[in-house]
């Protein structure tokens, strides 16, 4: 579900990751028929019940991505569709596998996200290009979808992503908007927002 997004990529058929984070998001209430999930607000997270790793194991597919960055800007256009697998560590971390198409292969990434004291937040850096990521899971209902923030900084600078991911390849209009305007609270223009195109590539081989 989630390799994170590198400042040199030149692959086709990319797929979002998991390495999400931020800092004074702001996060839709509970909405009627809901099944309890996550809200942060002002860089702290309050549970509408309590955060379980293990629940949000297992397979996801990538819905929906929204960055400012530079370069969700270039590669947007060959964005597709993705699975990831997670698993947790005895320590509570989260193992993650992602799986996308590269050229005619398919490709596996692994991660680890380290837990951070506050449920659902979690940390990951990546040893190739230096970026930090800060990870929270915002939402979830764990069965249907899950919906992740992170801020990823290098240098002096950052960025914003915001990620969808459900149990299925189709998520409902309603998850769908939930997703949009979410991003656009978070500042994102409509076109820093994605729905990811839907493939066939590579689905089998992250079983």
């Known amino acids: 579900m989630f390799w994170p997004p590198r400042d040199k990529d030149t692959r086709t058929g990319l797929c979002p990751a998991m390495s999400w984070g931020c800092r004074g998001w702001r996060v839709p209430g509970p909405r009627e028929g809901d099944s309890p999930g996550l809200c942060l607000l002002q860089g702290f997270v309050t549970l509408r019940m309590s955060f379980t790793s293990s629940m949000l194991t297992g397979r996801w597919y990538s819905i929906g991505l ?28 989260l193992e993650v596998t992602s799986t996308y198409p590269k050229g005619d292969q398919c490709v596996t990434r692994n991660s680890l996200y380290t837990k951070t004291e506050q449920p659902g937040r979690f940390s990951y850096t990546n040893p190739r290009w230096g970026s930090t990521h800060n990870v929270h899971v915002v939402e979830t209902n764990y069965e249907e979808y899950a919906l992740l923030a992170t801020q990823i900084s290098k240098g002096t600078g950052s ?49």
């Open 66 to 93: 929204a960055s400012n960055s530079n370069w969700f800007k270039e590669k947007r256009h060959l964005m597709k569709m993705c699975t990831t697998i997670i698993s947790t560590t005895a320590e509570g971390n």
């Open 159 to 207: 960025s914003t992503m915001v990620l969808l991911y459900s149990r299925t390849k189709e998520l409902s209009p309603r998850r769908l908007e939930m997703f949009t305007q979410f991003s656009r609270e978070q500042g994102l223009t409509d076109d820093e927002i994605l729905i990811l195109p839907q493939t066939d590539k590579c689905m089998a081989d992250a079983a």
